[in-house]
């Protein structure tokens, strides 16, 4: 059974969807992937709703879950370009249309299976790496003293300290680690499925296979020797962070592969502020705030403004909600982060202009709201963001 969802419209369950596994899954699930209520009596039998996620998921044995965006795919798979830096890459046009999640996935999947069958058969990048063992003759460095104890206590074996050439490094592990999950993630087309399959069986042979997440593949050191793996650890990152684990009950291993809209929407605003912002501002994604006290909590901010003396002006928190009016929360959050950056403007971006251009003073701090319309068209509404923020009029792009 097929139950296709749209992004933030409920949708009533009908009786001959309601089984009773189902229910049970649904009313089982912990993950905030689904809004599940169940119905007040016979004649209802629940309700679904996808808050923050679109893609594809499993519940139980039988069901499918399809959810689409409430904006076109056209734009989620331009936001993804910029918010994972994928933009190098040559995408087929003309070839292979986007019209769904699931087409994003099998053209991100196919673009990194291809890269990395021509990265094996190139040669995988290596590295030496220190090695410390027991060796029956001289290798490197002999430890002399730890040697001295091994042939004391009869182990006839020198420690020896060296250094080994080796591609199983982090480089290549996070590639099959990707790799192994996407074989995993029941991609649509039989031949990205086979090419996945070929670049996981081309790299695990020299690889450890170890567990990475999404954040494992940000501000890693590239040089020209491996300055290639920018853009498929650009491509891992977007999978690691998506791909959820396995909710199939029984022995299904079908993973489910969504995009999480809320980390998107930071993440693509503040990439289309860094690539379109007027020169002499600074966008910092994700500001670490240095908090003092018996208690630190980790607090960072989305979006920290700076000017170009590098003093910070304004602080900015994206909130992806179909509500533009600020919450008490959502206000008393913003106007900490000014405080602690020592600012008195803060701006919480929503996604949509239906409902936003509130102010209010929080103190000293004027927060205001702001949109990044994603329904339309991407440029003319980072224009439009850019007008909000009073930057000036000479950083509006075409």
């Not at 592990?173 to 996981?200: E, F, P, S």
């Not at 650009?234 to 592969?257: D, K, T």
């Not at 919450?327 to 405080?339: E, G, K, P, R, V």
């Amino acid at each position: 059974m097929v139950i296709d969802l749209v992004e933030w419209q409920p949708y009533a369950l009908s009786p001959t969807e309601a089984t009773d596994a189902l229910l049970d899954a649904l009313g089982a699930r912990k993950e905030a992937v689904l809004v599940f209520r169940r119905g007040a009596g016979l004649a209802e039998s629940g309700q679904l709703t996808v808050p923050n996620v679109v893609g594809q998921i499993r519940v139980g044995r039988d069901c499918l879950l399809r959810m689409a965006p409430k904006v076109a795919v056209s734009n989620i798979f331009a936001m993804l370009e910029l918010a994972y830096q994928l933009e190098s890459f040559r995408f087929e046009t003309g070839v292979v249309s986007v019209e769904s999640i699931a087409d994003i996935y099998d053209r991100l999947a196919n673009i990194l299976a291809l890269r990395v069958i021509s990265r094996v058969r190139r040669g995988l990048h290596a590295e030496y790496i220190p090695r410390s063992e027991r060796l029956g003759s001289v290798r490197g460095r002999i430890d002399l003293r730890e040697s001295a104890r091994l042939i004391a206590n009869g182990i006839p074996a020198l420690q020896c300290d060296f250094e080994e050439h080796t591609d199983d490094i982090e480089d290549n592990q996070i590639l099959a680690w990707t790799l192994r999950l996407l074989t995993m993630a029941g991609l649509d087309r039989a031949d990205v499925r086979d090419r996945v399959n070929a670049a996981y069986r081309a790299i695990a042979g020299a690889c450890t296979l170890r567990h990475f997440k999404g954040q494992d593949c940000v501000a890693r050191r590239y040089n020209r020797l491996n300055q290639d793996y920018r853009a498929m650890h650009g491509l891992c990152r977007f999978f690691l962070e998506n791909l959820g684990p396995g909710v199939a009950s029984g022995n299904q291993s079908l993973m489910p592969y969504t995009v999480n809209m809320p980390l998107l929407f930071e993440s693509f605003v503040v990439g289309w502020l860094q690539q379109h912002g007027p020169a002499g501002y600074d966008f910092v994604k994700q500001h670490q705030l240095s908090l003092q006290g018996t208690i630190k909590p980790n607090w960072a901010v989305d979006i920290l403004v700076k000017d170009s003396t590098g003093r910070p002006i304004a602080v900015m928190d994206t909130k992806y909600k179909q509500d533009s009016t600020p919450s008490s929360d959502d206000l008393q959050q913003i106007s900490a982060y000014a405080l602690a950056t020592g600012v008195e403007q803060a701006f919480i971006v929503y996604p949509s202009a239906i409902g936003s251009g509130h102010r209010q003073y929080v103190g000293n701090v004027l927060v205001k709201t702001v949109h990044f319309d994603i329904g339309g068209e991407l440029q003319i509404a980072g224009c439009n963001l850019l007008a909000q923020l009073g930057l000036p009029a000479s950083a509006m792009v075409d």
